[in-house]
């Protein structure tokens, strides 16, 4: 966790209920994530003089998660691979889902 003016601005949790190395060095891994971001004040991430519009990151509370695996097959094989796969969702300000979702205010210290 990290912290900025007394409140949270980064939070990581990483869960790998389950590894598995096999006598060959083949390899499996179940990967959850859960992450969190506070962002105190919008700014802007991209401008262009233009256009009238730029590119704003607001702020507020920011929440993702994601699941996913990670297999890679052992390094004396012929041919030797590694495979990721993520999945995941996303709440924030301004994200977009059937339901709009504020951000939350942020608590006095």
Known sequence: ???IA???????LVLKPLD?????????RLV???NKEFVPQRFTIYSDRTRPRSVQVLAG??????????LRSGPQRNLSANLVYRQG???????????RRRPSPRRPS
């Open 1 to 3: 966790m990290n912290f």
């Open 6 to 12: 007394g409140g949270l601005e980064t939070e990581t």
């Open 20 to 28: 598995i190395e096999t006598r060959t060095r083949d390899f499996f």
């Open 32 to 34: 959850l994530k859960s």
């Open 61 to 70: 509370l920011y929440e993702f998660d994601e699941a996913g695996f990670d």
């Open 89 to 99: 969702g996303f709440n924030g300000p301004g994200a977009s889902s059937s339901s």
